[in-house]
């Protein structure tokens, strides 16, 4: 499969973006999607993730209440709903693809290329 993040973009505290990550290949719908983030200069750290059926959800504490995964398989597609956002939230985006939803990067086996967002205090 293959993933494509898209809707990032520059945004003022407390602003609002979605992101998108859409996915080819037919058996998208078989696959967890999760969300990472790399703010400059740091470590890639998991943000959110989602089961296939959407059923399951998994959120880092720091984005717990402000963020909101979800998934459209008809059209092959994750969303990642952020609000309240804070300048440290500012990162490079990427969606991944595993077979079930979980915090560690490792378990996962696809990545798209990322999108960035940055926002300003």
């Known amino acids: 499969v293959q993933l494509q993040a898209s809707g990032g973009g520059l945004v003022q505290a407390g602003g609002s973006l979605r992101l998108s990550c859409a996915a080819s290949g037919r058996t998208f719908s078989s696959y967890a999607i999760g969300w990472f983030r790399q703010p400059p200069g740091e470590e890639r750290e998991f943000v959110a993730a989602?089961?296939?059926?959407?059923?399951?959800?998994l959120y880092a504490d720091s984005v717990k209440g402000r963020f909101t995964i979800s998934r459209d398989n008809a059209k092959n597609t994750v969303y990642l709903q952020m609000n309240s956002l804070k300048p440290e939230d500012t990162a490079v985006y990427y969606c991944?693809?595993?077979?079930?939803?979980?915090?560690?990067?490792?378990?996962?086996?696809?990545w798209g290329q990322g999108t960035l967002v940055t926002v300003s205090s």
């Open positions: 991944t693809a595993g077979d079930s939803p979980r915090i560690y990067g490792w378990s996962y086996d696809y």
């Open positions: 989602i089961s296939w059926s959407g059923g399951s959800t």
